[in-house]
């Protein structure tokens, strides 16, 4: 059986890219992600908003549940209502989301007849300032919040 090696020369007809084309696909590349990246760092800031807000309407539903049973929002003690896992123990079945971790959640007011909730962020995360409050007669605030109006709620 012969084997039959060929080597032949590039022709003038193929050829590879310019170096101003390489520059003009670099420009582009470059206008592209100059407009994506903003955009998506303003996505990622309100989804973790979102993410608190959720899961402060869904802790107002624990509590607006155990009131229906019981007439009188559950009180929690000092060292509980301060702090995330507290707040999971004493009401069994609600759990921040994962996307929340950029929050803690606490009791600000805690009566039998009356709360405010606020997830607040945490240190050294990008929602460090943040603040949102959610109240048994449902006023929802923010304060501080990146890309997102003081007082606004997504």
């Not at 101003?20 to 420009?27: K, N, P, Q």
Request: hydrophobic residues 35%; aromatic residues 8%; positive net charge.
């Amino acid at each position: 059986m012969k084997s039959v090696t060929s080597l032949t020369a590039v022709s003038s007809t193929q050829r590879g890219f310019t170096l101003v084309e390489i520059l003009i696909g670099v420009a582009i590349a470059g206008v592209l992600a100059a407009i994506a990246i903003p955009a998506y760092t303003t996505f990622i800031y309100k989804s973790d908003v979102r993410a608190a807000q959720s899961d402060l309407l869904s802790l107002s539903l624990k509590l607006e549940s155990r009131y229906q049973r019981t007439l009188a929002y559950p009180i929690l003690a000092d060292d509980k209502k301060d702090n995330t896992d507290g707040i999971k123990e004493k009401l069994e079945g609600w759990s921040p989301n994962s996307n929340s971790r950029d929050f803690n959640f606490k009791f600000e007011e805690n009566t039998e007849s009356t709360y405010k909730i606020t997830a607040e962020g945490k240190a050294g995360s990008r929602q460090k300032d943040c603040k949102i409050s959610l109240t048994h007669n449902n006023e929802r605030t923010t304060s501080n919040c990146k890309y997102l109006d003081d007082g606004k709620w997504l």
